[in-house]
């Protein structure tokens, strides 16, 4: 008999937090938008970085006054779902969403997760920011995903072509792991570097997700001793690891990578060896952030004890969702109005010095504006911190 | 005399052991034989060969002039050489009653489709399964324990439903592994009498290997004597206890457990 | 044994009236629409899981569902995607390609056990994850993407069922589906274990050697078991595929196949629709938890201990005492 | 050739310590803990905490990282496994309850130590470069020594200690070592906590190489599941044997196959597969029913 009180005890339990309603805030009308990606895992960092930079942003609006669309001011309201990276659960959050009343959503962080929750996201009038390179997503029939960054596809020419043009770079190794997005995006990778008529010279080793020593995968990539090692889609937690292998293998070459990494991550993980890794970031280095950007940063780590540098790129989805919404305000429940207003929208980047633009993109890659212009901020990593080498835009 | 059951030249060895070597029998229609020996003499691999359960080096078994050796074991079951097991091997989560009637798979008629959509002949068969399960447990004296889980018997009646789960199949020949181990005086005399009855009133030919030489004596027609995985006598009870090789191998072991 | 009792059956009613008319009712009354879809997926997993129970009645610890339901799934996706077939002669063809692929993978592995059995399934979920990201025809990484909604089906002319893109409401039709084809599942589950194959599966996940002393030709009842295991578990990728619109290597994965397996444990071993309620625990649990933002998985791993500490034999094991083992219902 | 022996002990040495524990926990009570990966990751990051955050000396992280681990593996089983052993008419599952945990460590881990990866300043500088014949760092070559000491003293504790032979014993036979006179409960709790501290021990070793994060828990669990079945299961010198096996796999898969990329954990994934069907109690194991 106790352990059924025990047990029905806990159901109850579990049922009265179910039920129990959102947090209401004082005063202004609730604007909710919400993020369907991966918080625990492996892959946890990605969606963390997305979930807490969006908060961090909320938090900020909120406290100073809210955020005005049209006539009303509203309070931001995040309402995240952990997907746990498995497309079934994908489904769910986006259901979850519709539920909710939303309509904008960030997320997924991956392709098979934004690919999965696409007939969900159209049935019920949601425009989603996933942060997943599939070209399909993006291409017409689908109408309803924006690219939340930029794609290795847009950002690897460009670093491949600086690189060629202003360092010499000639010939050029792929690695990548055996997973979906970076395999993904080696393919692209190396067709990118072939265009730009770089010698290839390996694209097909290989690591398990689960590796712990990199020095074997590594070994046969650096005896052909290519001038620049493409680590294709890698995870902030590999990144430092492969770095670290190839120079203790006697790479001399340059490293880069088309995702985003953290500079904490870097420096714990690989030190001096890291000096000269060359990797896409947002707009927080000193040579480029602005006000904003640095007050952004200081919430952040106010709120969440360390700042991620992968949040600079993962700052930009809300903002550009609320942005849209006050330049057409009946988008807030109409997202064929906000698909509208992507033609034309523009209004300044509040994160970068200097006049640059909030726009949608992508026409060259989507045959539609189905991407946010972050800017390309190709960083590289000196002595523990961020450096700019170049700055790059998307059409 | 018609053999029904021939064992010719069997040799089975493990790694350079030989635990068993070119042995040979007979065993006759209806017949209760017996292999004894002291332990380590080969007694349960010889067994299981016949059985099938393990395959042979060399030599073979023969059933109705057909080779059985080296068949899978339900194969042998269902030309009609079924063994028993000791009595740690039962359904141990299923009633008496279940697990005789679950034995009876060799009876049915109907295909395990036909069972699940519940044909004529599966409903027929089903039937059949429970009062030949009541008649068997009727004959074996186990009829007030039928619905008792397998798991709660007393070993004495786990014994009996082990040769019950083995009658159930309808064998020609039955094989039983020490039938007698670990019982008392008296609940040997009961399964002595009880084997007899299966051999006399249902026809049923029967192997037994065991360690308990009264109760061997007293049941078999013959007896097969091995030492160190080789026959040294074969004859009738009598013969055997005046057999000089037999006395020497029981009397040479250090096994006290047994005597003559 | 064989026989339904009325009881059964009014059981049996009222479990058809909760799900195809009960739910609807409070869905449109809460207006929580969203538990559509979550309930489409338990519908569809638990079809997984009954497999994955059904190879735990012969003893066999399967962590391989996965591999199945993903070969289920890039099945129906080629057949529906890229050869045009109908959804329904596809979402057949996967539960038997599926069945098909576990007899060959069968053969040689089922003749381990405990552990064993355990972790070559487990590695064998790797392998076809592997192999779908290195074949050319599942697309590789990229996977496929864009699969049409199921068609309508009719007969001699008649529309039996319209075709799903024409629908206004689409998640309330793969609820149905779902639902209708797990119910079946476990019908069959059912009338499985309360059959004499059922019976004899039992003899084996008690003793191997004596079944086989009996007569039974445990080879092939193994593969018969793990075929059909993998059928659901091929049906059940396919439904997820044709919802999700499409595939990827990585749609079912290692933690899926564990999940799988975990359903059948926390519903119970010992009761044909224990997989249904774990799944629906485990599954709808998570998603109710989800406005505990961070704490989510905390929490659910707290109660998640707390049920397997207090009712070691699974949820359903609260009601042993009224109905009998094996049978259920 | 050298370098892919090089590779192939310094990832046996790091496998087989994975494995220990987890074939310890095996054997003494038939319980396969899916929660194995997330103790290593959990001494992993106690290593970091103190090392790497509040610059304590090595040794003293490492033994925290152990006691840490210990611990926690004795609370595990006292309050969690041995009751449902009890309690269960199955004993598979504890495999539930084995996730259980997996998922709790996750979701503490990811609360307590966040989701970033980490990483420890270097214990030793410089690589041994040997005529570019064997290029090995001096830090992993001084862990794959601490490895392989670590691994010894294990064996010894568990050949010539009065605790180390209970064990033994117990995991043998749970019956006769009760009739023996061990106290089966108390042992238990001990083997658990030394499998535990175990994972405990690899973790603060292998974070000064490879960092820490909190995604490494579930693949490291798997990767010893498999170790421990090419080994035997439930057998000490199985378990280092399957671990120095995969590692050399891995060594010479990588070196042999590269070229195709792709295929080499397929290569490495199949033969398994081929090996288990063939040889189902592993190198080492008793062969299972």
Not at chain 1, 121 to 138: D, H, Q, R
Not at chain 2, 170 to 184: H, Q, R, S, T
């Amino acid at each position: 008999m106790k352990r059924r009180t025990l047990v029905k005890s806990a159901l109850a339990a579990t049922a009265l937090v179910a039920l129990q309603s959102t947090a209401v805030f004082a005063g202004n009308p609730v604007l909710k938008i919400g993020f369907v990606g991966v918080t625990s895992g492996p892959a946890a960092a990605w969606g963390i970085s997305n979930q807490r930079s969006m908060e961090t942003r909320a938090a900020w609006i909120n406290e100073t006054g809210g955020y005005k669309i049209g006539n009303t001011t509203y309070d931001i309201k995040i309402v995240s779902f952990d997907d746990q990276k498995d497309p079934k659960r994908s489904i769910a959050g986006m259901d979850k969403m519709a539920q909710e009343g939303i309509h904008y959503v960030v997320g997924p962080n991956t392709d098979d997760g934004a690919e999965a929750v696409r007939p969900v996201a159209e049935a019920n009038g949601i425009m989603y920011f996933p942060y997943a390179f599939s070209k399909s997503l993006y291409t017409p029939p689908a109408s309803n995903a924006v690219l939340a960054m930029v794609a290795n596809y847009q950002s690897g020419p460009a670093i491949y072509k600086y690189l060629k043009e202003k360092k010499g770079v000639k010939t050029v190794a792929f690695v990548a792991a055996n997973e979906s997005d970076p395999l993904s995006q080696r393919t692209s990778g190396v067709a990118a570097a072939k265009a730009l008529g770089l010698k290839v010279v390996s694209d097909n080793v290989t690591y398990q997700p689960d590796t712990t020593d990199f020095t074997p995968v590594l070994t046969p990539v650096i005896r052909q001793r290519p001038d620049l090692l493409v680590l294709s889609g890698v995870s902030p937690a590999h990144a430092p690891q492969l770095i670290r292998s190839a120079r203790e293998l006697g790479y001399q070459g340059l490293i880069s990578t088309e995702t985003a990494q953290d500079a904490q991550v870097l420096r714990e993980g690989a030190g001096d060896l890291a000096n000269g890794f060359i990797s896409v970031g947002g707009a927080s280095t000193p040579e480029l952030a602005s006000d904003a950007m640095k007050e952004f940063v200081k919430r952040y780590t106010k709120m969440f004890g360390e700042y991620n540098d992968e949040s600079n790129t993962k700052v930009y989805a809300l903002e550009y969702i609320l942005a849209t919404l006050a330049a057409n305000p009946k988008a807030i429940n109409d997202v064929k109005e906000f698909q509208k207003t992507m033609d034309t929208f523009e209004a300044p980047n509040p994160f970068m010095k200097g006049n640059a633009k909030l726009t949608y993109v992508g026409t060259t890659s989507f045959t539609q504006k189905r991407q946010i212009a972050v800017p390309l901020v190709v960083n590289t990593f000196e002595n523990g911190a961020f450096k700019t080498l170049f700055v790059a835009t998307v059409d | 005399m018609s053999a029904l059951l021939e064992v010719c030249g069997v040799t089975k060895k493990f790694g350079g052991l030989t635990a068993v070597n070119d042995v040979s029998f007979d065993v006759g229609q209806n017949e209760i034989l017996s292999v004894i020996g002291p332990n380590g003499a080969g007694k349960s691999t010889l067994f299981k060969l016949i059985s099938s359960f393990l395959r042979t080096t060399s030599g073979e078994v023969l059933y109705e002039g057909k080779r059985i050796s080296d068949l899978k074991p339900h194969v042998v079951a269902r030309l009609g050489v079924v063994r028993t097991f000791q009595e740690t091997t039962i359904f141990k989560s299923m009633t008496v009653r279940e697990s005789v009637i679950v034995a009876q798979h060799l009876r049915a008629k109907a295909s395990l489709a036909g069972y699940f959509w519940g044909t004529r002949t599966a409903r027929a068969d089903i039937a059949a399964f429970g009062r030949y399960a009541d008649e068997l447990l009727e004959f074996m004296g186990m009829s007030a324990m039928a619905e008792e889980l397998a798991s709660n018997l007393p070993q004495g009646h786990l014994r009996a439903l082990g040769i019950a789960i083995g009658l159930a199949t309808d064998p020609k020949v039955l094989l039983l592994d020490e039938p007698f181990a670990g019982m008392n005086p008296e609940e040997t005399m009961r399964t002595v009498n009880l084997v007899r009855s299966v051999c006399d009133a249902r026809g049923v030919t029967i192997l037994l290997v065991e360690h308990d030489m009264p109760a061997v004596m007293n049941i078999s027609d013959r007896i097969v004597v091995l030492n160190f995985g080789e026959k040294i006598a074969e004859g009738t009870p009598s013969e055997i206890q005046n057999n000089e090789k037999v006395i020497e191998a029981y009397l040479g072991s250090a096994d006290d457990e047994v005597g003559i | 044994m064989n026989g339904v009792t009325s009881k059964q059956l009014i059981g049996f009613g009222i479990f058809l009236l909760a799900i195809f008319v009960g739910v609807p009712i409070v869905i449109a009354a809460t207006g929580r629409w969203d538990f559509y879809f979550t309930l489409t997926s338990v519908a569809l997993l638990s079809i997984a899981s009954a497999g994955v129970w059904l190879t735990f009645y012969i003893g066999r610890i399967n962590i391989g569902q996965g591999a199945f339901a993903l070969i289920g799934a890039y099945v129906s996706a080629i057949l529906v995607a890229k050869a045009g077939v109908s959804f329904w002669i596809s979402l057949l063809v996967a539960g038997l390609f599926a069945a098909v692929v576990s007899v060959l993978i069968g053969l040689p592995i089922l003749r381990l056990r405990g552990v064993y059995f355990a972790m070559i399934t487990l590695v064998l979920t790797q392998v076809v994850t592997l192999v779908a990201l290195a074949l050319p025809i599942t697309n590789g990484a990229k996977g496929i993407t864009s699969i049409p909604l199921p068609g309508g089906i009719s007969l001699l002319g008649l529309q039996i069922l319209p075709p799903f893109d024409s629908m206004a409401d689409t998640k309330l039709a793969f609820y149905i589906m779902a639902s209708i084809l797990m119910v079946l599942t476990y019908l069959a589950l059912w009338r499985l274990v309360n059959s004499r194959l059922g019976h004899i599966c039992r003899s084996m996940q008690q003793n191997e050697e004596l079944a086989s002393s009996i007569g039974v030709n445990i080879a092939y009842i193994r593969i018969i078991i793990f075929a059909i295991s993998s059928f659901f578990g091929g049906i059940g990728g396919a439904l997820f595929g044709s919802i999700s619109q499409s595939v990827y290597p990585s749609s079912f994965q290692v933690t899926d196949s564990v999940n799988f397996m975990l359903n059948c444990f926390l519903g119970g071993l010992g009761y044909v629709f224990g997989p249904m309620l774990g799944t629906l625990t485990l599954y709808f649990g998570w998603d109710l938890l989800f406005t505990l933002g961070k704490y989510q998985l905390l929490v659910y791993s707290v109660l998640l201990i707390l049920v397997i500490r207090f009712l070691p034999n699974g949820l359903l094991s609260l009601r042993l005492g009224k109905l009998g083992k094996g049978g259920g219902k | 050739m050298e370098q892919v022996l090089a590779n192939g002990i310094y990832l046996g040495a790091q496998y087989a310590m994975i494995a220990l524990g987890l074939t310890l926990i095996f054997a003494l009570m038939n319980v396969l803990n899916f929660a194995h990966g997330q103790m290593y990751v959990i001494g992993g990051f106690v290593t970091y905490t103190i090392y790497g955050q509040l610059g304590l000396p090595y040794i003293v992280a490492l033994l925290a990282s152990c006691v840490t681990l210990a611990v926690l593996g004795a609370l595990i089983e006292r309050f969690l496994f041995a009751p449902v052993i009890k309690g269960s008419a199955r004993e598979e599952s504890t495999m539930l309850l084995a996730a259980g945990i997996a998922f709790l460590l996750d979701a503490l881990i990811l609360l307590i130590f966040g989701e970033k990866q980490r990483g420890v300043p270097k214990i030793v500088n410089g690589v041994l470069n040997w005529d570019f014949r064997i290029i090995m760092p001096y830090d992993r070559i001084l862990i794959c020594g601490l490895a392989i000491f670590s691994i010894v003293a294990f064996i010894a504790f568990m050949q010539f200690s009065r605790t180390g032979r209970a064990l033994r014993a117990l995991a043998q036979d749970r019956t006769a070592a009760q009739l023996m006179g061990v106290n089966v409960d108390r042992y238990s709790t001990i083997g658990f906590a030394l499998g535990a501290m175990l994972a405990g021990l690899v973790g603060g070793l292998l974070v000064t190489i490879t960092g820490i994060n909190l995604g490494m828990g579930g693949p490291t669990s798997i990767k010893a599941f498999m170790m421990v079945m090419i080994g035997g299961a439930g057998v000490i010198s199985g378990a280092i044997a399957g671990g120095f096996i995969l590692g050399f796999m891995e060594a010479i898969g990588l070196a042999v196959l590269s070229q195709y990329g792709d295929i080499t954990y397929l290569v490495i994934f199949i033969s398994l597969m081929i090996f288990l069907a063939i040889r189902p109690q592993g190198l080492m194991g008793k062969p299972w029913g």
